[in-house]
């Protein structure tokens, strides 16, 4: 079965950067654009980005450009979201979500991780 | 810049019909994507492209989109149905995706 898992908790100080990573399984990992999504405490949904695993490339939301960047290892079937610059308000849960798909960049779909919680704190 | 607008709140009484909306001015081009989020817990997909209806997801959820604003109803709803509902597209440029500003469903 489809299964994205997240990495833990991360906590951090201001300036600082942050990595999650989103290991999936049960499905062709080449076959499926991924999405990261994140939510802050009391907030709606915030689209950040996309990447295609098959060939690494990007999209980003203008508001994050210069901030994020996404990758991915096909030899592991993990993709990774990097946030630099951390501030109080990037306070989040984060989410990875596999898209609708196959092959195209359509939106988040059926499967999402179970979220990573990043605290940002002085 | 690019945004959806939903209504923030709406509530009906179990077995009602409830209607959310989701305004925005690529939605003329772009599929709209449906999303259902209890409290403390990740999204659910329940519409996708408009209209179509992922597996698991009951026939009384359906979609429906004209012209700038697509529409989730909701119909003869239940009281496990509470929760927030986001709306998603895209915009008329490349691939930039977008998250409605969410509405908070209640049944009482």
């Known amino acids: 079965q489809v299964q994205l898992e997240q990495s833990g908790t991360e906590v951090k100080r201001p300036g600082a950067s942050v990595k999650v990573s989103c290991k999936a399984s049960?499905?062709?990992?080449?076959?499926?654009?991924m999405h990261w999504v994140r939510q802050a405490p009391g907030q709606g949904l915030e689209w950040m980005g996309i990447?295609?695993?098959?060939?690494?490339?990007?999209s980003y939301a203008q508001k994050f450009r210069g901030r994020v960047y996404m990758t991915r290892d096909t030899s592991t079937d993990t993709v990774y979201m990097g946030l630099s610059g951390l501030k109080s308000d990037d306070t989040a849960i984060y989410y990875c979500?596999?898209?609708?798909?196959?092959?195209?960049?359509?939106?988040?779909?059926?499967?999402w991780g179970q979220g990573t919680l990043v605290t940002v704190s002085s | 810049s690019y945004e959806l607008t939903q209504p923030p709140s709406v509530s009906v009484s179990p077995g009602q019909t409830a209607r959310i909306t989701c305004s925005g001015d690529a939605l003329p081009q772009k599929f709209a994507y449906w999303y259902q989020q209890r409290l403390g817990q990740a999204p659910v997909l329940v519409i996708y492209?408009?209209?179509k209806r992922p597996s698991g997801i009951p026939a009384r959820f359906s979609g429906s989109s004209s012209g700038t604003m697509a529409t989730l109803t909701i119909s003869g709803a239940q009281v496990e149905d509470e929760g927030d509902y986001y709306c998603?597209?895209?915009?008329?440029?490349?691939?930039?995706?977008?998250f409605g500003t969410g509405t908070k469903v209640t049944v009482l």
């Open positions: 049960g499905y062709t990992f080449t076959s499926y654009y």
């Open positions: 492209e408009d209209n």
């Open positions: 998603y597209s895209t915009d008329s440029i490349g691939y930039r995706g977008l």
């Open positions: 979500a596999r898209d609708k798909g196959p092959s195209k960049a359509a939106g988040p779909g059926d499967y």
């Open positions: 990447i295609n695993p098959s060939d690494a490339t990007t």
